[in-house]
């Protein structure tokens, strides 16, 4: 089973951005599709973008044109780059990975947007 932990989460103002890793460890990533998702206090939890085991991607259309989600498996890392933020992007954001047999989820970091 593969372990997951995010990092690069902060306090951002409006329109600033930030690059959130996810890395893995226990085994490759290059074997998952990888996901973020992000949950703001008293609401459900989003899927924000996707990354296939082929590179392929798929956003929310609330992220589209600010966000990029991309992997690096060699490095053995998930990346969300976070850009143009707004105040409704605050949220705690989480990596998750899954394929046909495994589900793993990070701890999530809490990213801030506030002037």
């Known amino acids: 089973q593969v372990q997951l932990v995010e990092s690069g989460g902060g306090l951002v103002q409006p329109g600033g951005s930030l690059r959130l890793s996810c890395e893995a460890s226990?085994?490759?990533?290059?074997?998952?599709?990888m996901r973020w998702y992000r949950q703001a206090p008293g609401k459900q939890r989003e899927l924000v973008a996707t990354?296939?085991?082929?590179?392929?991607?798929v956003y929310a259309d609330s992220v589209k044109g600010r966000f990029t989600i991309s992997r690096d498996n060699a490095g053995n890392t998930a990346y969300l780059q976070i850009g143009s933020l707004k105040f409704e992007d605050t949220a705690v954001y989480y990596c998750?990975?899954?394929?046909?047999?495994?589900?793993?989820w990070g701890q999530g970091t809490q990213v801030t947007v506030s002037s």
């Open positions: 998750n990975a899954y394929n046909t047999w495994y589900l793993s």
């Open positions: 226990g085994s490759s990533i290059s074997s998952y599709h």
């Open positions: 990354i296939t085991t082929g590179g392929s991607t």
